[in-house]
């Protein structure tokens, strides 16, 4: 069974940084790509990042293209998303999704969910002054 686990929400003024963390369990995790995804209060959820199996390919939403990073280190079964210059904009709960492994479309239709069939419970963060 696919488990998602994000980590490393919080408070942070605007300016600030924070690396969320997506940890795996129960998969293959090298054959997974992971996406990252947020929900603002009252907006649909959005897509922020993904990242390949293979960490080769990584996408990005316009609104945060220039300021996060996403990485993974297979061998910790983790992925990460760097966030830098946050904006209050940038508040809301984020998940990280896991498509169906080597049957899966990757980050193909990213920004969408399409594909993205494994989701984790979320993080809230809170960029405020």
């Known amino acids: 069974e696919v488990q998602l686990q994000a980590s490393g929400g919080g408070l942070v003024q605007p300016g600030g940084f924070l690396t969320l963390s997506c940890a795996g369990f129960?998969?293959?995790?090298?054959?997974?790509?992971i996406g990252w995804f947020r929900q603002a209060p009252g907006k649909e959820r959005e897509g922020v990042s993904c990242i390949s199996h293979s960490g080769m390919s990584t996408y990005y939403g316009n609104s945060v293209k220039g300021r996060f990073t996403v990485s993974r280190d297979d061998s910790k079964n983790t992925a990460y998303l760097q966030m830098t210059s946050l904006e209050p904009e940038d508040t809301a709960v984020y998940y990280c999704?896991?498509?169906?492994?080597?049957?899966?479309?990757?980050?193909?239709?990213?920004?969408?969910?399409?594909?993205?069939?494994?989701w984790g419970e979320g993080t809230l963060v809170t960029v405020s002054s």
């Open positions: 129960g998969f293959t995790f090298d054959e997974y790509a």
């Open positions: 999704a896991a498509d169906d492994g080597v049957l899966g479309r990757g980050c193909s239709k990213f920004p969408e969910r399409v594909g993205m069939t494994n």
